[in-house]
């Protein structure tokens, strides 16, 4: 099993940039692949990107892609998520989830296939 904490969010001006850590305890962690989502109050989660678990692999959502960025660092068992030009619209509860992965290339869009997940940071963007 594995447990994550984000951490990183925080108030920011319209296109000022964050980064996002998921700090994930085990030793296996390396062997999951992992995701980013948010959720906005009154919206469903969404996904925002996702990361193979050998790090090769890397997905966005339309929305944030060209200034998100996946990364992980596998000797500090963290993903992170360097956010720049934030925009309001990106104002929600961010979350990271991490799955057991068969496949070095793999990774998913899809928060049901994810099992992990941590408590969430807020990010609150101003215009």
């Known amino acids: 099993q594995v447990q994550l904490v984000e951490s990183g969010g925080g108030l920011v001006q319209a296109g000022d940039s964050l980064r996002l850590s998921c700090a994930a305890s085990?030793?296996?962690?390396?062997?999951?692949?992992v995701g980013w989502f948010r959720q906005a109050p009154g919206k469903e989660r969404e996904f925002v990107a996702a990361?193979?678990?050998?790090?090769?692999?890397?997905n966005y959502a339309d929305s944030v892609k060209g200034r998100f960025t996946i990364s992980r660092d596998t000797a500090e068992n963290t993903v992170y998520l360097q956010m720049n030009s934030l925009k309001p619209e990106d104002t929600a509860v961010y979350y990271c989830?991490?799955?057991?992965?068969?496949?070095?290339?793999?990774?998913?869009?899809?928060?049901?296939?994810?099992?992990?997940w941590g408590q969430g940071t807020q990010v609150t963007v101003s215009s």
């Open positions: 989830a991490a799955e057991l992965s068969y496949g070095s290339s793999w990774y998913s869009p899809h928060a049901y296939v994810y099992n992990y």
């Open positions: 085990g030793r296996t962690f390396s062997s999951y692949a």
């Open positions: 990361i193979s678990r050998n790090g090769g692999t890397s």
